[in-house]
C-alpha cells in the first residue's frame, strides 16, 4: 500500500481541473471515470508516490475538500467513528466501484471518506 490517506476535492468543473493538475502540475491520469452527462463520478490523479481524488461536486455545495482513509475493515471502523460522534453524511455501503465505505463529518464539520476500495490494487491489477 503506497498511501492509505489520500486527499480528495471536488470541483464545479472537474473535467477541466483534470486537465489543468496534469498540465500545471504534471498529474497523470490514474482513472477517470466519467457520468453520462460529462461530469466526472471520480477520478485518481497520481504524481510520484501520491495520488489525490477528485471528482464533479454540485453547484453551491460547501461539499469542496476532504480526506479518503483507505482501511482494512470498514465496518470496524464506522462503529468506532459513529461511537466517537462522527456524523454520518452517507451511510456504510457496498459500493458500485468495489469495497465498503462511508463518509462523515468530524466535531469542525470537515469531511473524512472511510473505505475499503484501494485504488492502488485497484489499478495494480
Known amino acids: 500500500?503506497?498511501?492509505?490517506?489520500?486527499?480528495?476535492?471536488?470541483?464545479?468543473?472537474?473535467?477541466?481541473?483534470?486537465?489543468?493538475?496534469?498540465?500545471?502540475?504534471?498529474?497523470?491520469?490514474?482513472?477517470?471515470?466519467p457520468n453520462p452527462d460529462g461530469t466526472i463520478a471520480h477520478a485518481q490523479l497520481t504524481y510520484g508516490g501520491g495520488m489525490v481524488m477528485l471528482g464533479s461536486g454540485e453547484k453551491g455545495s460547501?461539499?469542496?475538500?476532504?480526506?479518503?482513509?483507505?482501511?482494512?475493515?470498514?465496518?470496524?471502523?464506522?462503529a468506532t467513528a459513529k461511537a466517537a460522534g462522527a456524523v454520518m453524511t452517507r451511510d456504510i455501503r457496498d459500493m458500485d466501484y468495489g469495497g465498503r465505505g462511508f463518509t462523515c463529518t468530524d466535531p469542525e464539520g470537515h469531511q473524512w471518506s472511510v473505505g475499503s476500495y484501494d485504488p492502488w490494487v485497484q489499478n495494480e491489477e
Open 1 to 33: 500500500m503506497k498511501s492509505s490517506v489520500i486527499p480528495s476535492i471536488r470541483y464545479q468543473d472537474a473535467p477541466a481541473a483534470i486537465e489543468w493538475l496534469c498540465k500545471a502540475f504534471g498529474f497523470a491520469k490514474n482513472a477517470v471515470y
Open 62 to 78: 460547501s461539499e469542496a475538500q476532504g480526506i479518503y482513509i483507505v482501511v482494512p475493515d470498514c465496518d470496524a471502523v464506522y
